[in-house]
């Protein structure tokens, strides 16, 4: 099964400074239809999990362009390039196998203003 | 605007039952296929069973497998999870999500106690 292992799993971050969190899976990500499925998800406090990106790098409708995804095969990376504070609380790399379908969640990162 | 409502949770005794439910509007539910999505109190997201657009195909995660029943209607809208057996380890908030995670419910909250 693919494990996927986010780093660092607490972030403590300057108000208007850049984030960085990495995720590395088990194993390649990329599909037979040459798709890789790893996707971000952010969770603020109290609510449910929202998805920011999809396939690497795209940004799911109304997530701000100060989010980026990045990476290949085992190796991702999402990134804010300026802090703010709405962006407080978890963050989930997630990724999806088929046939049979199976969803793996990173364990999430805590992103906190320092 | 699409919109996922979870129901259905509460207290239950150990070995006991409950049915999930979530209703749906504002996308055409029989176009896409849907998840249930648990996380446990301070816990990760953990993705629980899959049901293909049509309800034809199906898939569980190995910790629920045997226990829990995914079904749709799709002329109401609407997505189901059966929980039976129930164990104090399936304590947690459960989500229904659709396509690739793309919207999440609010969530309802199971608690499995004596």
């Known amino acids: 099964d693919v494990v996927l292992t986010q780093t660092p799993l607490s972030s403590p971050v300057t108000l208007g400074q850049p984030a960085s969190i990495s995720c590395r899976s088990t194993q390649s990500l990329v599909h037979d239809d040459g798709n890789t499925y790893l996707s971000w998800l952010q969770q603020r406090p109290g609510q449910p999990p929202r998805l920011l990106i999809y396939k690497i790098s795209n940004r799911f409708s109304g997530v701000p362009d100060r989010f980026s995804g990045s990476g290949a095969g085992t190796d991702f990376t999402l990134k804010i390039s300026r802090v703010e504070a709405e962006d407080v609380g978890l963050y989930y790399c997630m990724q999806v196998t088929q046939f049979p379908v199976r969803y793996t969640f990173g364990q999430g990162t805590k992103l906190e203003i320092k | 605007q699409v919109q996922l409502v979870e129901s259905g949770g509460g207290l239950v005794k150990p070995g006991g039952s409950l049915r999930l439910s979530c209703a749906t509007s504002g996308f055409t539910f029989s176009d896409y296929y849907m998840s249930w999505i648990r996380q446990a109190p301070g816990k990760g997201l953990e993705w629980i069973s899959y049901?293909?657009?049509?309800?034809?195909?199906?898939y569980y995660a190995d910790s629920v497998k045997g226990r829990f029943t995914i079904s749709r209607d799709n002329a109401m809208n609407s997505l189901f999870l059966q929980m039976n057996s129930l164990r104090a380890e399936d304590t947690a908030v459960y989500y229904c999500?659709?396509?690739?995670?793309?919207?999440w419910g609010q969530g309802t909250t199971v608690t499995v106690s004596s």
């Open positions: 999500a659709s396509s690739g995670m793309d919207v």
């Open positions: 049901i293909s657009s049509s309800g034809n195909t199906i």
